[in-house]
Each structure stands twice: as structure tokens, then as C-alpha cells.
């Protein structure tokens, strides 16, 4: 392992750029596939190739200093998994940072997973058993062949770790019976072989088995919120955010969390029967029989007290916590307490608090200590039953019989432990797969836009034709009979009552309405500020680039057309300072500033833009007007809903909207 370290702590992006000299010699070889920036992988097929294209190679795709060295590690470097030694040394001695961090092996990347799923998903589609396809047959199509050989790996696993009792127990009897040390010697290094060669198996498995826990989690994620983005209004008002978030956070993790323990369903019935056989072999039938009644019943009780005792916690901490506030009452408000003598009854509230917490505390502990006891108590227990058992039937009980049936039964608690554990997850997978597969099947928005027209100077860049729209299928029509064109540069502004049906345009631009028979054609990409602005819980840089690469010079100039310029002084670290959860900590005029300055900065080809002056003063609506809105956007469409009528004048058209609902066109204010 030293070696494999030391050889591992020389890898740098540059081995990967140095030819090699042409040495066929065995050791120049081996040095070679040592090396964790090996390209000398010629006849060894990595899992993750899969998915791979074969032309493609890391130096075409990465940054130098953040290639990931397992898609270049030679055969024996991925064996031992020495290529991550770097990271592990590097994150031993200071906490990793992003930039720190490898990219991506090209098989593993969100895009690539979630569209090798997305094809599977269509071939799944039954008409009236799976309209929208079947997620888990999808997932077990996408995956099979990768489950196949972890599970091939978890079967070396098991003989592996059967294997040491059976190598054990020929040590023990030929120290006990045989004539020299050259045989004992040879079981030894068996022993350590063996236990070496299980320890490979065991971390290769782990390896694997999380990676494909995070691609079905990249999936799966992918699949639920792109399914978000298109269920309609009444779906998401009685679902609500949160149900949407638990589907992903709770519900998918109980199937991706359960892709690591699928292989047990095999594994763990298999080491039951095996380890029975061997101790049948070892210590008779009887006594064997014995000591499985003894593990199946001490390991399933204290496996079942430890969440007993996480439950009976949380319900302490409630207690704790209703404590606290009542003591913080208390101190609080001491002085009316003692001025209206109520310390009695504020101590028997306080000290009945206290009571309820002691109770909790008194069955933890007492489910805690029973819990300890079993676990501890549970290997003494079924060593006394098996082999008493045995001293009692009469056969002599010698090293070379009790240290292998000790060791064997050590063995029998894991599978005995995970056959229920596995069951209980099996039917919350299934309850999972029930409640995703029931919001896939939600009614989506069915609004069906006609193609894009050219980007060219002629033609409208929003088009929308027989425009009747409603919110939710089936309710009166929000918008009727609505015809409308808008030229490419053109700044149009909406105007109107609240309540008119100014926000429900721009949502039937964006598609957020079902359409009936409407044709909505739009020329470009789109960028849109809510009337209520969306904040990331990010920096106020990040809020603006959402991801597009830095320019200064436009980014200053976004920063000083929508007013933001004054505001960096004020912030702690300028455009760097954190901004809370959904904008807590900037004002009203700020926010619409941000999600504008956001809009500007990636130049889209149309612009939405939902009343973003309303939360300003005078003076910074009008130089946003001017120098935002007219300026920087002047050569995008812009689609300007306001009810301040000082700026109408500047529209090229004027879009009036009255209580009915009825739209009329004009190029100037009445």
C-alpha cells in the first residue's frame, strides 16, 4: 500500500502529455500501470465506458489541472483505486475547495445520464398501463448491465468472506495435528491473501454501487423537476412547492438509497445457507441449529431498539425546547410575575415541563442500556448456546472447532440483520415509485407553439394567433380571442386595471396557460422578470451572471443602467456579499433591480418584463426606463407591462387592457 501510495503522489496532469519510451521490459510495465496517469490500459474495459464516446478523450474535454485521472489510470492503479490517492492526500491536508475537485468522468455527467434515461423512459410508455412510461422498468434497462457486475463483484465478495472461517479451521487443525510449518505457513499467507483479496472486492463494490446510487439520483432528480416545469397551475396550488421538493428529497432518496442494499436480496440468503452448511460441518447439526435460533433472535431485537431510541430523542428535544421557551418567558416577563405573585403557578408549569422532558430521558436511557446490552451480550449469548450445545452432546470442544463456529456466527448476524432492514425498504421504494409515478401521470400545460421564425428583420418576433387561454382546463377563459404581433426591437407596453389580465399575457408568452387552439410563434430566446422577482440564496454577482461567463465592461454597464451602482457601497462586500434566502436581505426596489440587471445581462431576444418599476422611486424608475429598458434592451423586443403612465409615450405600441379583458392596440396614450 505504501508503494501504491508514493507512485500515486506523483501523478500531475503532465504525465498525461509525456511520451513514453517504447520499453516492452516486464518492469517497465509494471511502473507503468502503477502510475495513476497510465494510458497503458490496452485490453482492460473500465465500467465507466459504458457510455463513452470512443473518439473522444479527456484532454479534449477537460482543463489540464482538472482532469479526472481515472479516465487515463492504468489497469493496476484502477484496481487498487490508487488514481484518488492525490485527492484523499490533498483533502488530509486542507479542506477541499470546488476548484480543487475533478470534473466529471464524460460517462457520469448529469446530461449524458438523465438522456441515455429520457430514451429508455420512451420505450417504456404503455398507452394505458404507463402513458408517461415506467420509471422503474427504465431505471433497471438503463442499469442492468452495471447491477450485473456489481453483483458478480459482491459474489466474490461472499466467497471471500466465507472462505476465511473454512482457511481458519485448516490453520487451527494443522497446528494442532500436523507434522511441520511449511503448510501452516502456507494456510497463513492464504489467511492474509484471502482477507486482502476480500478487502479489493469489498471497496471495489462500494465504488461501484455509489455511482450508480448517484446516477439513478441524477435521474430521478432530473425526471421530477423538469416534470415541475410543465404540470399546470391547479396542480402545483394542490401539491404546493414543498410536496414537490419531498418528492425529490424523500421519495427519490428512498429508491436510490435503496440501489446499494438491492444485491443483499440474493447475497444475504445466500451466506445464511452456506454458513449453516459450514457450521453443520463444523458442529454438528444440532448445536449449529442453536446457535441461528439464538442470532435470529438477539440481532433482529436490538436492531429494532436503536430507532426506538432516535424517536423517543426527538420527542426530548420537543420537550427540551418547550422548557427553554417557558424558562425564556419566564425571565422575561419576571417582574410582572412578581408583582402579580405568580411564581407558583409558573414553577408547576416549569417544573411539569421538566417532568415530561425526565420521562423521555428515562426511556431512552432504558431502551439505550437494553439496546448496548443485546448488541454486546448477543456474540457471548450464541457462543454459549452453539457451543454448549455441542460440550453437551458430548464432542470435544478444541480451537480448531470453537474459534471457526465463533467466527462463522460473527458472519451469520450481518445477513440476519439486513433481511428485515431490506424488506421494510422494498416496500417504501415501492410506496416511492407509486407516489413519482402518480405526478408524472399530472396533466401538463397543452400549449403547442408553432416553430420559431428566422432571426430576421422582418417578421413578428411574438406572434399569437386565435389566443384563448385559461389558466386550468376546463374554467372560463382568462384570455380571449387575442391577436397579436409584435415586431423584432419593438418596445410594447401593457397597460390596464389590476386585475385585467396583464400578468396572464406575458404567462401565455411563456406558455404558463393551456391554450385552446392557440398559436403562439416566438422568434428567439427569452428572458423574464417576475412582477414578484426571484432571488438565488447566492451572491449579488452570481444573481446577475446566473452562470454566463464574466465581461466587466457589460457587467458594469448592466450594473449602472438599472441603478445598482450606488447600492454596491452599502453592501458589506460589494457585488460579492451574500444574499439570504429569497432576497431577505435586500429591499423591495433592489430585488426588481437584481432580477432586471439579470435580464439585461443575458441579452435575450425578448424581454418580459412584469411592472419592474412599480417598487422604485421616481427618480430611479426613470433612469431605469431610460437607460435599461430603452437603452440597453433597445435593440431586443420588449414586452413592458406598467401602470405608469408618464412612459407611455416612449412605447412604439401601447397595449390597453380593460376590465372585460379585452385588448386594443394604439400608439399613443388616451
Known sequence: MESSREASSQFSPLDMEQQRPADTSWWSRLVSALRPGSKSNQ??????????DEGASAEDRLPKERWCPEEE????????????????????????????????PRAEETHQQCQVFDEALETTVDPVKAPQGSIRKALIQVHWRRFGLVALIELGCCFGMLLNPFVLQQLLLELEHGSGTGVAVGLAVALAANSLIETLFDNHYWFQVRRLELRAKAQLIDLI??????????????????????LQSNDGAKIWELIPYLNFI????????????????????WPALAGFVATCTMVPASAWIFPKIGLIREKTMACSDARVKAISEAMTGIKAIKLYAWEAPWVERISGLRDKELHQIKRSSLLSITGSLLWL???????LVSLGAFSLLGHTLTASVAFPALALFDLLSMPVN???SIINSLAAARVAFGRISKFMAEPELDIRPTEAPERTSEGPSVAISHGTFSWEAGEAPTLKS?????????LVMVTGPVGSGKTSLLAAILGELQGRQAQVSLGGSIAYTAQDPWVAHATLRDNILMGAAMDEERYRNVLDACALLPDLPLLPAGDLSEIGEKGINLSGGQKHRVALARACYAEADINLLDDPLSAVDAHVGQHIFERAICSFLGSSTRILVTHQQQFLPAADVILIVSEVRSFRLATQYP
Open 43 to 52: 485490453g482492460f474495459t473500465r465500467l465507466d465506458q459504458e457510455t463513452e
Open 73 to 104: 489510470a492504468g489497469w493496476l492503479s484502477w484496481l487498487y483505486l490508487g488514481f484518488i490517492t492525490t485527492l484523499v492526500e490533498k483533502g488530509y491536508r486542507k479542506p477541499l475547495r470546488q476548484e480543487d475537485l475533478w470534473s466529471l
Open 225 to 246: 423537476y423538469r416534470k415541475s416545469l410543465k404540470i399546470t397551475s391547479a396542480t402545483k396550488g394542490s401539491m404546493g412547492v414543498g410536496a414537490i421538493v419531498n
Open 266 to 285: 440474493w447475497a444475504s440468503p445466500f451466506q445464511i445457507l452456506v454458513i449453516m452448511v459450514l457450521l453443520v460441518r463444523i458442529i454438528t447439526p
Open 377 to 383: 451480550a448477543g456474540p457471548i449469548v450464541v457462543s
Open 418 to 420: 439486513h433481511i428485515p
Open 482 to 490: 387575442l391577436e397579436l404581433g409584435v415586431q423584432r426591437g419593438q
